[in-house]
């Protein structure tokens, strides 16, 4: 399964959008992109799910390149709850699929 | 709905004691998870069931861990005995095969 890459941590202030970064070179073609957050002391919950298009939800939008080599988790008005850990994960939908998790991006969301 | 439920939260003993915890997933989900989540870092995969069958079981540490799912609803992780280097998170989470996972709050776990 491919694996990804994320920076350590980034700052948002209250009210503005949050664009986080993944990069996932080895991605193959039928591998999904999730993206999961995990707020301190709960277990990681999820936010959206893509696989060529991009995608939004209430929560968020993921926006996936067209190489589908990266993509983004954006937060469009980041709230002070949204202040976690964010995970960036790519894996198949059905047969022997791994979920790696990798140590995520942590998000301050600044008042 | 009801979310992923693990007991207990929180969990000390000393070492070399046994430990055990319990999950019940969401009802209807048929893929069942445990993770480690060591401090700072994101949680690891240690057994995935589907129903009743471990479907991967190549992180779990034998000689130590072991889980079931009878009748392929709530599960049981063990650990026999216990060392200094389990204290972590232990997460549940379910599914529907195919879909996103839920997880519960987890179990910490301190090992003295």
């Known amino acids: 399964d491919a694996k990804t890459t994320q920076p350590p941590s980034m700052d948002c202030a209250e009210g503005r959008a949050a664009n986080l970064p993944c990069n996932h070179s080895?991605?193959?073609?039928?591998?999904?992109v999730y993206w999961y957050r995990q707020i301190h002391s709960q277990g990681p919950q999820y936010i959206i799910h893509g696989l060529k298009n991009n995608e939004t939800n209430e929560m968020a939008s993921l926006i996936i390149t067209e190489d589908r080599k990266s993509s983004t988790l954006i937060l469009p008005h980041a709230t002070l709850r949204d202040t976690a850990v964010y995970y960036c994960?790519?894996?198949?939908?059905?047969?022997?699929?791994?979920?790696?998790f990798g140590a995520g991006t942590r998000l301050f969301v600044k008042a | 709905e009801a979310g992923v439920v693990q007991s207990p939260r929180y969990k000390i003993i000393e070492k070399k004691q046994p430990v055990a915890f319990w999950c019940n997933p969401i009802s209807g989900h048929n893929t069942l998870y445990w993770y480690l989540q060591n401090l700072g870092q994101g949680p690891e995969l240690l057994i995935r069931?589907?129903?009743?069958?471990?479907?991967?079981d190549s992180q779990l540490p034998k000689d130590r861990f072991s889980a079931e799912r009878l009748k392929g609803v709530d599960s049981t992780l063990k650990i026999q005995p216990a060392e200094l280097g389990d204290s972590a998170v232990y997460l549940c989470a379910s599914s529907l095969v195919g879909t996103e996972q839920f997880f519960g709050p987890g179990t910490r776990l301190t090992v003295l």
């Open positions: 080895t991605i193959s073609g039928n591998e999904y």
């Open positions: 069931y589907e129903n009743e069958e471990a479907v991967d």
């Open positions: 994960i790519v894996r198949l939908h059905t047969g022997g699929f791994k979920t790696i």
